[in-house]
């Protein structure tokens, strides 16, 4: 079920770099005084802003922001060959990645899914926090991690916290690279990345951004390949106005496909031990997801320094899917024989729409011989989901069950690809869900500077929630309120070392509904965090250290499946608490290093532990150094530890383990590099999630890759 889009894409992508090098040798002559001319109409540009706002929507600075915040860059995605999301996350301080099944994956943070992305500090929430499919990472700059209450960001969110993906944008030159790699498991990429001038001044630019990939895999008879191009163009309207606009296209597809997990208990107690390669797949299974995105960004830099900016998001995706649910139903896999599991077909599509537009509003004011900052706006999103499905045809091997269509499987592991659950037929096609959902926001913060020392900030979120439609033939009319503040506070001890307190209010819809179809009432909490953040070695390494609690209410966990076979939550209360130490910049002279550990403890409202999946003690690591005998070879190593997890059952258990990734780069020239990255260097086993019982992680795999720079 492989696509021909990858030929037109790549030619696409070859077609681009050869005519950037020659666009390049073209301009040669003049690129002294374009840049010149670039430098000066720059000044009041928003295009090189890449401040992070945090949780306040305020210009500050990392170091002096109220809040836990972590940065994947560019250097750190090169350094370890990262294409996607999910192997991005890996990088996160305190993030989990938990990969259920093949195509859907959740990040967690501080014990609670994160629910809220956002693209260039824009977005919608992600209610139920799954990452559908392997999400390109090629087209951004860098990623923000925010963790903690993100109320202030999307005007609903948990505890978690808030991704914030930064776009690449036109950089102020002609400049680019074309990339090809090679790795494990027949896994093949090329991508290009260009940003070229647009006016002799330079205050116009355009990015264009690609990449084709075609990789099969170390499970069974999984396959995938994914194609994915964006296009940005910005520039000055005057001296005082910028536009950008741009789009991001890409389609992903995947044969061989997980469901669901591995059914690693039996009935008897024991655990179950298979191959790493081991999938309860059939390969007519099948997973392809299409996504695009628009944005359009107005922004006026008024002569007070006040700014007003606004932006327009169209959110789009597709996905198809043919899946099969191995598992054990009925309590019988045997440990003698591997039989006893049962297996669910399932056909399902789905369709996604959705509109942003948001206003803001900041600038300084003084006030008491001081100047301090505001921000306001309003925001309204508005989205649409429909979901379809095909029940299968209860003809051999498969039969009604309590109104779904299953079959008993062979014995377990069984082959991938002898039709040993071959195909059902398919009945017409159904809508089973169709709902609207209106986000209207109208927010608002301030930064007070009482001393040279100490600033406060005080923000306050008001949201209007709706949710109309049908969902699983249940009507759905939810209308929700709710205004949520945020007050924290920065003291300067020295120019180095700043110390800070934060509190906000917690809300956010829930999607997970009851045994009778209804949604679940929203999720109510509040959020507590203290830390502190030091500079060393003239700003080159900064080192956080962070202590944080949450309680939370109505926080949705699974309870079972009602009469029709559908799955069915309930609320439940959850208090977390821990604390976070950080290590990220430049200890020595071309030693980069980046160390974070994580501490977590979490209780039910009875006070006793539970998400026993998620890791006590986390350490995540990476360092590179350039060899100062050797000053064009780069060496580094990275990867995790993590504590000893189970499943909520106590039947699955997964012993601590460390993993480690190494990379060596070569800069053959200024324009030509090679680069070998060796991922799980120690081969180590382990099971890539216990909250939704997943897989065996990648053994250990290699690449090759070589990249040219003009």
Known sequence: MKNNHNFALTTLVLAMGF???AQDVENKNNATEVEQDVEQILIVGTRTDRDSKGATGLTMEINETPQSISVINAEQIKNFSIDNINDAMQLATGITVEKGETNRTRFTARGFDIQNTQVDGIGLPNSWGLVTGAVESYGYEEIE????????????????????????RPTNKNEGEVGVTLGSYDSKRLQADYSMLLTESGSWAARLVAAVEDSGSYLDALEDDRAYVSFVVDGQLTDNSTLAAGFSYQDANSDGVMWGGLSLAYADGTQAEFDVSTSPTQDWTMWDAANNNIFVEYSYSFDNDWEIKTTYNHQNSDDQSKLLYVYDALGAFDSATNLGLVALPGRYDSEFNANLFDVTVKGGFDLAGKTHELMFGVSTSKS???SFTNMAIASAPYFSY???TVAYAPAFPYSTSSDALPEPEWEDQIRYSDLDVTLTRVFGSTKLNVTDDLFFIAGINAIDYSREGDNSGVAVNNQESEISPYVAATYSINDDINVYASYSDIYQPLDQYDIDGEFLDPSKGVNFEIGVKSQWF?????????VFSAEQENIAVYAGANAAGFAYYEGTTQDTEGFELEVFGNIAENLNVNFAYTYLDIKDENGDETSAWEPENTVKFSADYALPQLPEL?????GKWQSDVENAAGTVKQDSYLLVNAFARWNVSKALSVQANINNLTDEKYITSLKNIGYYGAPVEASVGVTYSF
């Open 538 to 546: 003239d700003d080159a390494l900064l080192t956080t250290f962070a």
């Open 384 to 386: 649409t989901a429909e």
């Open 402 to 404: 309590y109104g779904s």
């Open 145 to 168: 991690v925010i963790r903690g209450a993100n109320g202030q960001l999307t005007g609903v969110g948990n505890s978690s916290g808030t991704i914030n993906y930064v776009r690449k």
């Open 19 to 21: 005519q950037a090098h």
């Open 634 to 638: 780069s060496l580094g190593l990275g």
